[in-house]
């Protein structure tokens, strides 16, 4: 089992070269490998220019090669304004797509290669993010994993952690900032793991020498003047760190801590990172240096072996924690999966669903309780969508796709990426709503 592999070529212009780079960016976030050769990939995807005749010819020649190589090919750019040229010379590539069509390129590489889906520790949902936006990307900082949880079959997949240094990701996001992007949502499978496999060698950013370490990326990605939010962090005892950031505005107050249980026993048979941690001790302590700080987390009901009383510790926990979001998944084995050989008890379907549904009824309640404090308060607010004087938008608090929204009015037209201060008047289980002032 291994993740699908693209292999890229860009050809062509500076704004051709953003596209390349919003692509790759996309294709690493949703776990597919990009590959050195043709040969052995999965598919290729060839981002043409077509402004001069030799450029063309250079895109034409370009195609072949891959055509040759691999035989699988998708053909992107400002070629693909003129796709009878490409059929001409090449009648077998599998689809062409104009410049800046991330999101056709994006289904056709599906299509081709689909994604290799992890129920319970994808950020992406299976189909891939609903918009196509251009004021938030997804930036992955490092491949595979270290631990062995027993669910997860990520680290057969994808191997150990191996870490991108600190100044490819960060030459990364400054290439994203300056296409106009707003939001980074720093992802990883363990993000506070990160350069733990290179021993946090340092590389050299803008003449200075940073660290393969979460502190020191989360420190320079918070001075790039964007949004930035950290996905997949672990409660280590380091994290600790990383709070005084967000209590100075650097970085978002905002953590994505897969917790998945709270009964130690069940976190055991999980085979959990960071298992025995006193985890509402930290989120107290957290609290105390920001108290804005929005935790968000994903639990796993259901596993094998979970008893009633370990599903009450879970509520008891949440009950005391008073997470902002958190998302719920009724156990379902894995193929290839260890924890379908621990020997424990499977959980019945109907206690999974009975247990979800006590889960999110729980849940719903601390969440609206936690959003009605925030009426009165004026939060800035990024809009994912504008319809003129009316937007859908997310405060610092809430990440695409996974968590609530604020719906706002306003009295001059909004535009999509605009990050504007909103008066919230009014709440509801999920979502905020309020004014732009
Ligand atoms: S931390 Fe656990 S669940 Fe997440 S990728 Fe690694 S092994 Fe899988």
Known sequence: MTAPRVSFVSLG???ALVDSERIITRLRAEGYEIARKHDGADLVVVNTCGFLDSARDESLAAIGEAMADNGKVI??????????????????????TGPQAYESVMAAVHEAAPPAHEPFVDLMPPQGVKLTPRHYAYLKISEGCNNRCSFC???????????RPAADVLREAERLVKAGVKEILVISQDTSAYGVDVKYAPS???????????????????????????????????????????AEGKVLPYLDIPFQHAS?????????????????????????????????????????GE???DFGELLDWMDAAKIERAGCFKYE????ARANELGLDEVPEETKTARYDRFMARQQAISASLLKKKIGRRLPVIIDEAHGTSARGRSQFDAPEIDGAVHISARRPLRTGDIVTVKIDRSDAYDLFGQAV
């Open 13 to 15: 212009c500076p704004k």
């Open 75 to 96: 053909v992107t750019g400002c070629m693909g304004a003129t796709p009878e040229l490409i059929r001409e010379k090449h009648p077998g590539v599998l689809a062409i």
């Open 153 to 163: 079959i990520i680290p057969a997949l994808r191997g150990d952690l191996v870490s």
């Open 204 to 246: 050299l950013w803008q003449e200075r020498e940073v660290r393969t370490k979460f502190l020191d990326l989360a420190r320079e990605l918070g001075e790039m003047g964007v949004w930035v939010r950290l996905h997949y962090v672990y409660p280590y005892p380091h994290v600790d760190e990383v709070i005084p950031l967000m």
């Open 264 to 304: 130690p026993a069940v976190l055991k048979n999980m085979r959990r990172p960071a298992h025995q941690e006193k985890t509402l001790e930290r989120i107290r302590r957290w609290r105390e240096i920001c108290p804005d700080l929005a935790i968000r987390s994903t639990f796993i009901v259901g596993f094998p």
């Open 307 to 309: 008893t009633e009383e």
């Open 333 to 336: 084995p894995v193929a290839g």
